[in-house]
């Protein structure tokens, strides 16, 4: 088994998660069977808990695993499937070690940091390493591990001791160590200032661990002056400083580090297979997509485009299928409000909705917002216009569809009015009401198709069923089905009891489509969700 382990310095938000998953492409290229492994040193359990406005969207996995959007960028890159032991955080290790302290495992001995929590983050990682995430059933042969965080952190220091550890227990010549950093450009010169990269390096040897590969991020290719500076300073050659500089889109990020000579210092030959042919003709057809489609996003963490990273990534897939440069309005949902205070704002906004080719409501919680995105549903139902409603999406166009079509007034959700008259959507039996982490209806569930014919079962192609992943408490109220349909609204699929609603459609609409899960979780490049594709299709005119 081979180990790449990604860290990073100087700041966050450097790219370390694309620069893994980059590195997999390459490795999976070379005809390596790849998984990933993403450590956050916070002391959450999993991300289900956390604020998009923290730490961007909850990515869920197949196994109903709560975690980093690290892992979907694997996922999609890779084209894997992960499990949530991919995701490591110190709320996962700590508990692993304090129950075998319960159960005695450590014989009387002082627990300590160093060995116990040090040896129990190794033993995780080389027994999740060799779990196959391609579907097949044989093992890995090489897998990446990100270390969240920057270097220096207190909270990365266990980990950074265990991977120094970690070389030795699995010998040094099967890991590398691929360190991230920024190289910033100052004054109006534009020189290439190293010092930071030279004291997170330094910082990182001092650790215990040396870096055979320095990936630097800047604005601009790094001079032949900076890398050879670097490599001097850094204790590497010149040829392992990899210059990561902005490009039109990531999918450009592997083929940058091929063109660098990565494959040759990772001694592996990724042009064994085709998949890299395919990587470049993606990339550069992304760059000469020119005819542009306008998709309206209505939603509440609109200042914060991490929170939605999936959505916006299949409905990239979506457009480059239909070949199409993708435009995103991006709509705060309470400035659709009526009662939105600043008149300019909303303005603007309905002007936003209205000049979009399609709406998309995607997923969310709370009530912030809320009726604005019931009017953005009322909007493309009355307008003809493209929608697709995910999760609370599909909920609000319930609720829209319950007032104004069935006319039950003050119809709401259980979840923002606990004693409305006819709600539209309710509260699930089965679901915690004191617990908020890992309570919620997760992972991929099969929809079963009830009709033989509808736009979105012709999207999705042959089979009685869809598996999809979930992530929600509420869901449409099952009284209720029996009067949305009579009025046109059909529950096309259902979960397998047949009481609940998994995806709706409006008969007569050209693309009015709502789906309790969450489709893009399962999108890739070149294979885009059938929902996604339908809503650029009808807004493309393609349908």
């Known amino acids: 088994m081979k180990y790449v382990v990604v860290s990073g310095g100087v700041l966050s938000g450097l790219g370390k998660g694309v620069t893994a998953s980059s590195i997999g492409v390459l490795l999976k290229s070379a005809g390596l069977r790849v998984t990933s492994l993403k450590i956050d040193p916070y002391l959450n359990s999993d991300a289900g808990t956390m604020s998009p406005f923290e730490h961007g969207e909850v990515f869920v996995l197949d196994d109903g695993g709560e975690v980093d959007l690290d892992l979907g960028n694997y996922e999609r890159f890779l084209d894997i499937n992960l499990g949530r032991d991919n995701n490591l955080t110190t709320g996962k290790i700590y508990a692993k070690v304090i129950e075998a302290e319960r159960r005695g495992d450590y014989l009387g001995k002082t627990v300590q940091v160093i060995p116990h929590v040090t040896d129990a983050v190794q033993d995780w990682l080389e027994e999740v390493a060799h779990i196959p995430a391609d579907g097949g059933d044989l093992p890995p042969d090489a897998c990446i591990i990100e270390l969240g965080g920057t270097v220096g952190d ?120 085709g998949l890299l042919h395919d990587w470049k003709t993606m990339a550069y057809h992304l760059d000469t997509l020119t005819e542009k489609v306008e998709i309206a996003m209505v939603g509440k963490y609109t200042d914060l485009s991490d929170a939605y990273l999936s959505v916006i990534k299949s409905l990239q897939h979506a457009a480059m299928a239909v070949d199409h440069k993708l435009v995103i309005n991006w709509i705060e949902a309470s400035h659709l409000e009526s009662d939105w205070s600043d008149a300019s704002e909303r303005e603007h906004a309905w002007a936003l909705l209205k000049q979009s080719s399609g709406v998309l409501v995607p997923g969310g919680f709370g009530d912030r917002g809320v009726e604005g995105k019931i009017l953005a549903a009322e909007y493309a139902r009355t307008s003809s216009t493209p929608y697709l409603g995910i999760c609370l999406g599909l909920q609000v166009a319930a609720i829209e569809f319950c007032r104004n079509v069935l006319g039950f007034e003050g119809s709401n959700s259980t979840e923002f009015d606990e004693n409305c008259k006819n709600p539209a959507v309710v509260f699930m039996p089965e679901i915690s009401t004191t617990h908020l982490g890992g309570t919620m209806r997760l992972g991929s569930r099969p929809t079963l198709w009830q009709v033989e014919e509808c736009t979105i079962r012709r999207l999705y192609g042959d089979g009685d069923s869809v598996d999809e992943r979930h992530r929600h408490r509420y869901e449409v109220n099952p009284d209720m089905i029996e009067a949305f349909e009579s009025a046109g609204l059909v529950f096309v699929g259902k979960d397998e009891t047949g009481q609940r609603c998994e995806i709706f459609e409006l008969e007569g609409h050209p693309y009015y489509v709502g789906v309790q899960y969450h489709p893009e979780f399962k999108s890739r490049p070149g294979r885009p969700s059938p929902p996604f594709l339908g809503l650029l299709m009808a807004s493309t005119g393609q349908l």
Do not use: W
Request: hydrophobic share 35%.
């Open 154 to 273: 207190i909270e990365s220091a266990p980990y950074i001791e265990a991977l120094r550890q970690f070389q030795f227990r699995v010998g040094r010549e099967n890991v590398t160590f691929v360190h991230v950093s920024l190289v910033p450009v100052m004054g109006p010169v534009g020189e290439q200032k190293t010092k930071p990269t030279q004291h997170t390096v330094k910082e990182l040897r001092g650790l215990g661990i040396t870096p055979d590969i320095l990936v630097c991020r800047s604005s601009a290719p790094l001079t032949k002056e900076t890398r050879e500076k670097l490599a001097a300073f850094c204790h590497v050659s010149p040829q392992a400083v990899m210059s990561t500089h902005d490009v039109p889109n990531i999918y450009h990020v592997p083929l940058m580090l091929q063109e660098q000579g990565l494959c040759e210092i990772m001694n592996v030959d990724c042009e064994s297979t």
